[in-house]
């Protein structure tokens, strides 16, 4: 039978506050233990919790991004467990009465643009981080409490994404979008921001939804779209072989490759959820959200139109390059020095990714300034060196962090455009390689690429390959 997948996801940004949610503590990353602490995101009895006024702007913000209806009342409510990592036992949330709900975005897989619901957007606090000690002297865990209290929005998707490429894209551009609003840092890998993916398979057709896992643990985009894959692939397993799916929370585990079941249904948590008797209800006003409204940044979708529209630049360019505002700035600044927009792209989705991608850095890290960039096409340009010395020029660039015309020189990479000496070079090879000369006579077109490799290769690269071209032909 052929099964089609259904996923929906539950994000978690950590919001870039100075302060916490409820107290003033600081959200800075990386402090000493305990250092960011007081007695509110400590819940020592006794002490009261404020809303920070930075977290509804930033819940506006994104609410109002991804489409959604804010709620002109909504409160907050206690999620109650007990677990090390949260000294008061319960987490302030947002339950039946959410911050804002009903939006969308769209999403772009293999050309074809989809539109994926949003149920709701909802504020919330962190836990605290658990340290687990294993190995001799060990077998302890040790909690840090900088974390709890940091404000998260909860974004919760509609089951509306069918396949892990489109669960990917979704996160992907959910990403770009909180970083276009500058409201949170995005970094999967340091955990600000999260993502638990629910999936449940169905034979394609059929109009129902099969029972769903929850799977948790995924800490890069790559592990979201494996982690799906997997999970899919066994649930489809399970029916194949005449049993059920049991819903469950599984946890992806990234060394192995595979996902193990966490919890089941019967050990699922009652949270006994119940309106926070320390916090008033937010009526956030129609004036406050147009304000909000006016002041949205261009997001990526307008971005990517103005980049198609201004510098007719294909939708799949437009599309990689403003997935990330750090990636669309620098190619603006390229631009600006260097306007052919084709060919600064062409740079910059090639060679520029692959070197950031190499050393994991991010766009906004890039150690070669976009002015430095232009610098190296515009040598290409002028013909000084030639396409496939650039490429070798841009890689020296990223290693030293020197500009492009100093590598350039240094190295005497300067294309050979001078006809004598090309032409002594010539006929070199011409002289070497009678028999390829003798088969291009007789029709065999090939070979001239054949022998206009033998000069590139005897110049280091550094031959005008139009002028090797012309001189070849001359002489043959
Ligand atoms: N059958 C399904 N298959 C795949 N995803 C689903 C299915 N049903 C719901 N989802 C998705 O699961 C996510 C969570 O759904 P929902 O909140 O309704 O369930 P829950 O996780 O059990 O509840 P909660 O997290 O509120 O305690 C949503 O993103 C939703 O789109
Ligand atoms: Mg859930
Ligand atoms: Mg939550």
Redesign the pocket.
């Known amino acids: 039978m052929e099964y089609e ?6 994000v978690h940004a950590e919001l870039k506050t100075a302060s916490k949610a409820f107290c003033s503590c600081s959200t800075a990353f990386g402090g000493e233990p305990n250092t960011h602490v007081c007695p509110v995101c400590l819940g020592l009895p006794g002490v009261l919790p404020v809303i920070n006024r930075q977290v509804v702007e930033f819940g506006l913000k994104t609410a109002l991004a991804l489409n959604c209806r804010v709620a002109p009342f909504c409160k907050f409510d206690r999620k109650n467990y007990y677990y090390p990592d949260l000294p008061k036992n319960y987490q302030i949330s947002q339950y039946d009465l959410p911050l804002a709900t009903g939006g969308y975005l769209k999403i772009n897989v293999d050309g074809q643009e989809r539109v994926i ?1 949003i ?1 709701r957007v909802h504020m919330e606090e962190d836990a605290g981080k658990l340290v687990h000690v294993d190995g001799p002297g060990g077998g302890y865990s040790l909690v840090d409490y900088n974390r709890t209290g940091v404000p998260l929005l909860e974004i ?5 994404l069918r396949s892990p490429a489109e669960a990917r894209a979704y996160m992907e551009k959910l990403r770009a979008i909180l970083q276009y609003l500058d409201v949170s840092d995005c970094k999967m890998e340091e955990g600000s921001l999260r993502c ?1 993916a ?3 398979v169905r034979p394609r057709g059929s109009q129902t ?4 896992t ?1 799977v948790k643990n995924m800490n890069s985009f790559r592990a979201l779209q494996r982690a799906l894959e997997y999970e899919i692939e066994r649930q489809i397993a399970i029916l194949e072989g005449g049993g059920r799916v049991e ?1 469950a929370t599984m946890a992806w585990d990234e060394s192995r490759g595979v996902t193990t079941v966490m919890r089941t249904k019967e050990q ?1 948590h009652d ?1 006994r959820y119940f309106p926070e008797p320390d916090l008033v209800p937010l009526e956030i006003d129609a004036a406050w959200i147009e304000r909000v409204r006016r002041e949205l940044p261009e997001l990526p979708d307008a971005r990517c139109r103005r980049l198609m529209d201004t510098f007719g630049l294909p939708a799949y360019d437009a599309g990689v390059i403003t997935s990330s505002r750090d990636l669309a700035d620098y190619f603006d600044r390229v631009v600006a020095r260097y306007p052919d927009a084709k060919v600064v792209s062409n740079w910059i989705m090639g060679d520029f990714l692959r070197l950031l991608n190499a050393r994991n850095l991010e766009p906004g890290q890039a150690p070669v300034p976009p002015e430095e960039l232009a610098d190296l096409l515009e040598l290409q340009k002028e013909g000084t060196i030639s396409g496939k010395i650039a490429k070798q020029v841009l890689e020296e660039m990223f290693a030293s962090g020197k500009g492009a015309r100093q590598i350039v020189q240094e190295r005497g990479l300067v294309q050979i455009s001078d006809t004598a000496a090309l032409g002594k070079i010539v006929d070199e090879v011409l002289a070497a390689n009678p028999n390829v000369v003798e088969d291009y006579r007789n029709g065999k077109e090939k070979a001239l690429g054949f022998l206009v490799g033998q000069v590139m290769k005897a110049t280091g690269g550094k031959a005008n390959p139009g002028l090797v071209n012309k001189l070849l032909k001359e002489r043959l």
């Open positions: 997948a259904v996923i929906g996801l539950e619901g149920t919760v998707s509609e089951p509306d638990d629910n999936v449940s939804f099969g029972t769903k929850e819903q699922a949270y």
